[in-house]
Structures are given as C-alpha cells and as structure tokens.
C-alpha cells in the first residue's frame, strides 16, 4: 500500500512539477519541434507535388477541349444560318407564279393577242357558223377552188369575198346538216359521186397562166429604153414591198389586160413570144419575174397555177374522155363476143333513111 502511494505521489508531484515549469526547456520544445517539422514539412510537400503535376496537366486539357469544341460549334452555326436556302427556293418558286399572268395574255388562251389573228392573217376569224369559226385561211382557200386560182381585180375584190363567203357558210350548215342524217348510199351513187369528184379534179390541159405588167416606150412618161427598164425594176421592187399586183398593173402597163389586173389566163405556150413563155416556164408558182424584155418592152410577170380543176360540162367531159382512153391503153382487154356483122345504117327502132 505504501508503495502505491507512493507511487501516485511520485507521478502527482511530476505533474505538478511539469505545470509549474520546473523544467520548461525541454517539455515545450520537443513536442513544438515536432508539429513545426511535420507541418510545414508535409504542407509543401503535398501542395508542391500536385501542383507542377497538374500544372502542365491543366493547360494541355484545357487547351484540347477547347479547340476542339469550339470547330464543333462553328459548324453547328454555320449550319443553323443555312436556312438561307428557304429564301432561294423563294424565289424560285415566284417564277413560277410570274407565268400565271402571262398565262393570261397567252395567244393560246386570248385570240385577241394572238398576232396571227389580226386583221388579214390566216387565222382572222371572218365568220362563226353554229360556233364554228371560218378564218380568213378557210375562205383564201375556197376563192382559189372556186376562182381556179385567178386574182380577183381590186375593185371586185370586197364584192367577190362577200359571195365567196356567202358559199362558204352554205357549205358549213350544209356539211353540218347531211352529216347528222342517216342516210345509206349504194354503190352505184357512191361510185358516180366518186368519178365526178376525181373528173373534176383533173388537171386542165397543159397551159400556163401568168399576169404581167409590160412597160411600153413611147406610153405614158416613159420615151427611152432606158427609162422603161428603170420603171420596170421600180415597179418591181413595189411588188416585192407587199404592194398590189392588179394595182400597180392598172396605173403603168400598156398591155390590155391592166383592165384584168394584168392577168392574161391560161394560155398555150406557143401563144406568146418566145421569151415570155419560157420566162413564165422557168418560174414557180407565184412567183414574180425581174423585168424580161421582148419585141413590145419590158414584162414584170408573176406566174399562176394553170388547170387547177376543170370547170364546165365541155371540160368535164373532155377529161373523162380522156380518163377513159387512158385507162383502156394500159388496160389488158379480152373481148369473147363474136365479131358482129356490119351494123345497119339505122339504129335499132329507128326507121331507115328508105322509108
């Protein structure tokens, strides 16, 4: 027992020795050398070590991203602004909307701005029948069928197209009206109406046909060759101006078919003077001659369709005669009747010249 107490004693009185600073060097340096090493030891230690290693480590991570990132947004931009495309197809489609109204003026969809449909063009409407339309082409068509192709003379010209006209229409209602009847055509009425249609077609023996305008000495103003061949290629270049052939030919030829227009008809080539008809030969249709001189002056001719179709029963029965020869020369004919004797000279029935 005394020994502990002793004991306790002996650690009581070094506490309160160690309180009271018996011995102060020692007991206050060796723990305040300690925490003072490891402190700042430990401190620089862990903030020096991390800190060069995430040094370099934080600019190379945070530069790569961020050259990275930001080409990535560039495109994401550049392809959100491409919407500037809507505002091309905008356009495209405004083109498209600009026909319509031009739609509308179309000589299509408007026969008033048609060009052609002017006054004196093939397609001026000159009548309507029922709905149907007559142009200007329909009737020049039907005047050369009924004129044979001959020029109409100026002064006769508005007369004449009002009775041409006039056919025209009854054509049109006619045509309209047989074409709703049923009617049933035998044979023998369908060939006649065939052979008087092709007859009637047949060319005209082989003629020409030509207008002139002869520029004479000695007529009008005109007193030298010269002058005359001059007044030749004027009138001549008028013509190829649009002016009016039976015009011009009334004011300057001294030929008397000025009174026709100039026009001479059909006519055998041997007929004229050799230098005119084979002039008129060598042109085409409608065309008109640079000046040809003959005997009696200088001729600006223009040549015409000759024989168009045959008009009249003598013509008519001209060309079926000589449909018919035509036929039975290329034709391979067996005739099987006998031979018959000489015919009388009556015709059965009829009496003889005796009685």
């Known amino acids: 027992m005394k020994s502990l107490a002793a004991i306790m004693a002996t650690g009581l009185a070094l506490v309160v020795i160690g309180c009271s600073g018996a011995k102060p060097a020692p007991a206050p340096k060796t723990p305040a050398k300690e925490p003072a090493k490891t402190a700042p030891a430990a401190a620089p230690k862990t903030e020096a070590a991390p800190a060069p290693k995430a040094d370099p480590a934080a600019p190379k991570t945070e530069a790569a991203p961020a050259p990275k990132t930001e080409p990535k947004k560039d495109p994401a931009a550049e392809t ?10 905008e356009p495209k489609a405004e083109p498209k909307e600009d026909p319509k109204p031009v739609s509308k003026t179309d000589p299509k969809a408007d026969p008033k ?5 002017a006054k004196g063009g093939k397609d001026e409407v000159v009548a309507v029948v029922d709905g149907e339309k007559i142009t200007r082409g329909d009737l020049d068509a039907f005047t050369a069928k009924v004129t044979g192709g001959r020029p109409i003379p100026a002064s006769q010209k508005a007369q004449a197209e009002q009775q041409i006209l006039s056919m025209l229409i009854n054509q049109a209602l006619l045509k309209k009206f047989i074409s709703a009847q049923k009617i049933e055509i035998d044979e023998e009425a369908l060939f006649d109406a065939k052979l008087r249609t092709y007859v009637q077609r047949m060319p005209g023996k082989e003629n020409l046909h030509a207008r002139h305008i002869l520029i004479k000495v000695g007529e009008g103003t005109v007193k030298t060759d ?4 001059a007044l030749a290629k004027s009138v001549r270049k008028e013509l190829a101006g649009g002016a009016d052939f039976a015009a011009l030919a009334a004011k300057h030829s001294a030929c008397p078919s000025k009174k026709d227009g100039g026009d001479l008809g059909d006519f055998a080539p041997e007929r004229m003077v050799k230098p005119f008809s084979d002039a008129v030969k060598a042109m085409k249709v409608n065309d008109v001659s640079d000046p040809v001189k ?11 369709p000759a024989g168009a179709a045959a008009s009249g029963p003598e013509a008519m029965q001209e060309n079926f005669q ?3 020869e035509d036929l039975r020369a290329k034709a391979k004919i067996e005739n099987k009747l006998p031979v018959p004797p000489p015919a009388p000279m009556g015709l059965p029935g009829m009496p003889d010249d005796d009685e």
């Open 294 to 304: 003959t005997e009696f002056g200088y001729h600006v001719i223009q040549r015409l």
């Open 322 to 324: 000589k449909l018919v």
């Open 113 to 117: 701005a048609d060009p052609k449909a």
């Open 80 to 89: 959100t602004p491409e919407p500037k495309a809507e505002p091309k197809a």
């Open 226 to 229: 010269a002058e005359a061949l």
